[in-house]
């Protein structure tokens, strides 16, 4: 295993239609916080780092070009699920955002609790109390 420095090791990512709303509706209704945008001259969202908690997204614009963009071109949604300490304060900020929630607050089996949102672009976010052990 790669010795990351504390960083996370997985960081998934998305491509959006439209990065610049992407980028407003994970930060100003999810919570995510803004680490780096990159842009071309023309404006366009090359490369995006945006975090929750110790993890974090990467994001782009589709279209772009690159190999990435050309393999994701087809892609369809994708799910991310994301930890939170307080998952009803979470999803009220959500509402009050008009984020889309598929599913509401719910008390899992497990000992968990979360609840799913659905972006702007289709892709499917869960937010909950779960968060596994990893071992080394």
Avoid: C
Avoid at 35 to 60: F, I, K, R
């Amino acid at each position: 295993m790669a010795d990351t420095g504390g960083r996370p090791s997985v960081y998934p990512t998305l491509l959006y239609a439209d990065a610049r709303a992407a980028i407003a509706q994970l930060t100003r209704a999810l919570g995510f916080t803004e680490l780096a945008v990159y842009e071309s001259e023309d404006g366009t969202v090359l490369h995006a780092e945006l975090a929750q908690g110790n993890g974090a997204v990467m994001l782009g614009s589709k279209g772009r070009g690159g190999v990435f963009a050309e393999v994701m071109g087809g892609g369809g949604p994708a799910g991310v699920y994301v930890v939170v300490d307080d998952v009803d304060a979470h999803h009220r900020r959500a509402v009050e955002h008009g984020v889309e929630i598929l599913a509401p607050p719910t008390d899992q089996d497990y000992g968990a609790r979360d609840y799913l949102a659905r972006d702007a672009e289709g892709n499917v976010w869960s937010f909950g109390t779960y968060a596994p052990a990893l071992s080394s």
